[in-house]
């Protein structure tokens, strides 16, 4: 199954420039419905706002779409829209709503404004990869700990949980294609003697 790269969490950003006030917003959608109730949001949070620019991409049915909400055609929808296609980000709904500040920008300035803050709210938000991981039980001796989950992390996985008990049970998350790969390097670091068993598979963000 293809990965591909989604909004880790809800991402807010704030920038001023000339004395206008742009705020920006990231999410995570699944569906046209999903972004469209976010930019109503929006819409209805800064109601007194000048504009609420908008943009999402969708990556079933390769879906994009972007408003200037009254600003210049070409300033606020299509530099927003363009940070998340160069970072390849997809399954993002963002808004930045401007505060007109009483000076004029000039396009240059909005493009840069606009692009900017979404940027700056991407950031905010962090990125993912959404893709097909294996869970792995793996019962771990209290002298390997440390080095065990120095593995998981060199192996791109993560200890999702830790039960101490005679042993330290842990239970991981790698992407699936490299669950042969960590197998290997668990039996060469224990001597054989630790045995990882496959707890299931899930489809879900992890690191980039």
């Known amino acids: 199954m293809d990965s591909y790269l989604v909004p880790r969490d809800f991402g807010e950003a704030e920038l001023v420039e000339k004395r206008s006030r742009f705020i920006g917003c990231v999410w995570r959608v699944e569906s046209e419905e999903e972004a469209r109730a976010r930019i109503d949001e929006t819409k209805k949070r800064y109601h007194d706002a000048r504009h609420n620019c908008w943009c999402y991409v969708l990556r079933e049915g390769a879906v994009l779409r972007y ?15 363009n940070v998340f296609l160069k970072d390849e980000v997809t399954n993002v709904c963002c808004t930045v709503t401007r505060y007109f500040g009483g000076i004029l920008l000039g396009a240059g300035g909005l493009t840069r404004a606009y692009g900017g803050t979404a940027k700056m709210a991407l950031d905010a938000a962090g990125i993912s990869r959404m893709r097909l991981w294996a869970e792995l039980a793996v019962p771990c001796p209290y002298a390997l700990y440390e080095r065990m989950r120095q593995l998981v992390e060199r192996s ?3 200890v999702e949980a ?7 049970a842990l239970t991981v998350l790698l ?3 490299d669950a042969a790969a960590f197998r290997e390097k668990v039996t060469e670091l224990s001597a054989g003697t630790v045995e990882v068993l496959e707890a299931g598979e899930r489809f879900q963000p992890g690191p980039p």
Do not use: I, K, R
């Open 67 to 81: 408003s200037d909400d009254g600003e210049p055609q070409g300033t606020a929808g299509q530099p927003m829209l």
């Open 162 to 168: 830790a039960d101490f008990g005679a042993d330290v």
């Open 156 to 158: 791109g996985g993560v």
């Open 175 to 177: 992407p699936a294609e």
